[in-house]
């Protein structure tokens, strides 16, 4: 299709320098999601090994799948992660028993064999391969988009419309195993109602504090009709600070006698 | 520097995830070990599709996007199933299944 390239690379130094800033940031936050304990830390970490595999998508001519990586798994299915932790307990972090004894220096070993398998026998086979590069391929339909629209929708066409059809599955699935049968009806409103005044505490509003000629704040307690105060009028953080203001009983007594006719105020003021 | 580099990273973050399935005990982590592998193969379709100049590589890569998301939703429904059951995310304490 199109032409080899003359040289075997078609990387220029900008791309360099975004690879293995990119790379070195991926490596560290997949080291770091497989070494932190709590399961939120890992969580942040690979989020930023995702973002930085999606700088590499974009250094590799694939913008579209860039975006799509930064949109469904920073943005989707990492925030699915977050949120299933919060679920789970964000303080659950790993037990350190082995269950298999010596599981985990094995799994090690394993690991790094099939590492240096993989780099030495992949790097020795293919480092001499070329690189045809990808421009002639964006260009032959106008665009990245376009060109994976273009084989979306005719040799991938099939493979297309089975992915809607595992899409909704998954969906369905997950409704079916997140669903909770409910043990006990759902309480209407009347039988909320009834239950809050069995309760035994006050059904409604708590009495505002007291509001005075000189004093309406939060710490003034409420006349009773008996002249007493109301106690629950004051909120309870300020009552157990003991801020409670003392009534002025001066206020009360005046109201009184003037009430009663025998105030002692001057004469002009009785009028 | 030629785009092997690429395939070389996405063998090395394959192989860290792989780690992380073998050695870490909580299901989530564990998932999110699986998501890193499906990522390094997403990079090595990638940086192939470039080498080979055409498309199709990209066109699989978000294939496998997909069924990574739709694993993802699925897996992770179980694994609250599991723990509102068994009051748990270890991957240990299934194996009472067995019994």
């Known amino acids: 299709m199109a032409p080899l390239a003359d040289t075997v690379t078609d990387v220029n130094t900008g791309e360099q320098v975004v690879f293995w800033v990119t790379a070195i940031l991926a490596v560290a936050g997949a080291l770091g999601m497989i070494l932190s304990r709590k399961a939120v830390h890992s969580a942040l970490w690979i989020a930023l090994t995702m973002i930085n595999l999606a700088i590499l998508y974009i250094a590799n001519s694939a913008p579209f799948l860039g975006m799509v990586q930064i949109i469904v798994y920073t943005g989707a299915v990492m925030m699915l992660f977050l949120f299933v932790l919060m679920v789970v307990g964000v303080d659950s972090s790993d037990s350190l028993i082995e269950t298999i004894k010596g599981q985990r220096l094995a799994a090690i070993l394993l690991g790094l064999g099939m590492g240096i398998l993989l780099v030495w026998g992949i790097g020795n086979a293919l480092v001499e391969s070329p690189s045809v590069g990808l421009t002639a391929a964006n260009e032959e339909f106008g665009g990245n988009v376009e060109g994976i629209a273009n084989l979306i929708f005719t040799r991938y066409l099939l493979v297309f419309e089975l992915t809607s059809a595992l899409l909704i599955t998954a969906a369905m699935g997950a409704m079916v195993l997140a669903h909770r049968d409910r043990w006990k009806p759902l309480p209407s409103q009347r039988d909320l109602s009834l239950a809050r005044f069995r309760s035994g505490q006050h059904p409604g509003n708590l009495p505002n504090p007291g509001v005075y000629a000189r004093h309406n704040a939060v710490d003034t307690p409420a006349l009773l009709p008996d002249g007493g105060t109301s106690d629950i009028s004051v909120p309870a953080p300020v009552r157990a600070r003991g801020d409670e203001r003392p009534l002025d009983r001066v206020d009360i007594d005046e109201v009184r006698q003037i009430s009663e006719g025998e105030s002692d105020l001057p004469e002009g003021s009785k009028e | ?99």
């Open chain 2, 1 to 99: 520097m030629n785009p092997m580099n690429y395939v070389v990273l996405s063998a090395l973050l394959f192989t860290i995830g792989s780690l992380g399935v073998l050695v870490r005990r909580n299901a989530i982590v564990v998932f999110m070990s699986v998501e890193l592998m499906l990522n390094a193969a997403n990079l090595a379709f990638v940086s192939f599709a470039r080498m080979n100049g055409n498309l199709d590589g990209q066109v699989v890569a978000f294939f496998v996007m997909v069924v990574a998301a739709a694993e993802v939703v699925v897996g992770l429904a179980i694994i609250v199933t599991i723990f509102r059951t068994r009051r748990s995310a270890s991957i240990d304490e299934p194996n009472l299944l067995k019994y």
